[in-house]
């Protein structure tokens, strides 16, 4: 086996549906999860998922972030590791995992693979692949091949992502105004105003779970809140009513049954500059010469203001032009006016 290629598509569920039908002729699996991850804070933005997987999120999340266990998602990125089996990561001894012992082994699942799907250093997705006993552990040849189809799936998932942000449409204008939901200890929403039941009814359906389910991305965020590892207030970037971004703040209150708020808001222009970065693959040089740009200075007002040549300011345009479809200047701004007409908001 070499490895998987595939071409993006306008729509990142779509997408993530023919990685996993490819990858079951490949790489036979009995359930799944695929999840779109906010690539600075690692907290879901949606799943698809097996039934069986479904019933177990709740056990899986507490695992992820607030227990500590072999193969946390966090650790294979941060160690580069990107891929790897609970076989392995165990070192057969399966039992030494809560994870396995405690959620996998009840519901008769025998091994795991996961994988981080890292494009150009940011992490834009988890997908995990689940075995039975009658299947067998993943082999050392399994993780080498996904290894291998991490950097097409990765980008195919980045690039899927952006195209959906280009061909949705904005539907009910009610949905964008500032939510709150409260929740109590067990994750269940006990208050909420219009704008926090717009949020998980877009979530439920973008997820394809029940009305009675918590959307991934709530329950990722408030695991992490609650997390004996988390010092601070808990964000997470979704993209959520099609044409909008919006940020889930989650803050635990100080009562006396350990209820959590979730704040949420049209992302701000900082947030906002931070995703123009990630959408066009922009390095940071050429991030700063289109703020310049935005600005309405010239070559070079540009040239002096970072300190290089005129002949580089017109390098780094090329450049971006060529990331952002563009030919010129003109066209530059105008694509992301309209960028930030959709999505941005006057504070």
Known sequence: MHSLQVRSSNNSYLFRKK??????????????????????????????????????????????????????????????????????????????????????????????????????????????????????????????????????????????????????????????????????????????????????????????????QLPRPIRAICSQVTSSFSTNNSKVIVHAFNQLFMSITASPLLTSSSQIALLIERIRPREMNRLLVELFDLTKREHELVEELLKGNSTKMIADKLYISSYTVQDHLKSIFNKTGVNSRRELIGKINTFYNELHVEY
């Not at 790489?27 to 799944?32: G, M, S, T, V």
């Not at 405690?102 to 997908?127: N, Q």
């Not at 964008?176 to 877009?202: A, C, K, R, Y």
């Open 19 to 212: 990685i996993l039908r490819k990858l079951k002729t490949t790489l036979p699996y009995e359930a799944f999860c695929f999840t779109t991850v906010d690539p600075h804070t690692l907290l879901s933005t949606g799943a698809i998922t097996d039934e069986r997987i479904e019933l177990l999120h709740p056990e899986l999340f507490e695992n992820e972030y607030i227990e500590q266990d072999i193969n946390r998602y966090s650790c294979l990125l941060n160690e580069k590791t990107y891929c790897n089996t609970l076989y392995e990561g165990t070192k057969g001894e399966l039992s030494s995992s809560k994870r396995f012992h405690k959620i996998l082994s009840p519901a008769k699942f025998h091994d795991e693979l996961r994988a981080v799907l890292v494009h150009k250093e940011r992490c834009y997705g988890f997908l995990t692949l689940f075995r039975t006993q009658e299947q067998g552990f993943f082999s050392l040849e399994d993780i080498a091949y996904m290894k291998r189809s991490i950097p097409s799936i990765a980008k195919g998932l980045k690039d899927s992502i952006y195209q959906s942000y280009q061909t949705s449409k904005m539907i009910h204008a009610a949905s964008v105004e500032t939510g709150i939901i409260i929740l109590n200890q067990d994750f269940e929403i006990i208050s909420t105003n219009q704008t926090g039941i717009h949020l998980v009814e877009w979530l439920r359906q973008q997820e394809n779970i029940e009305n009675h």
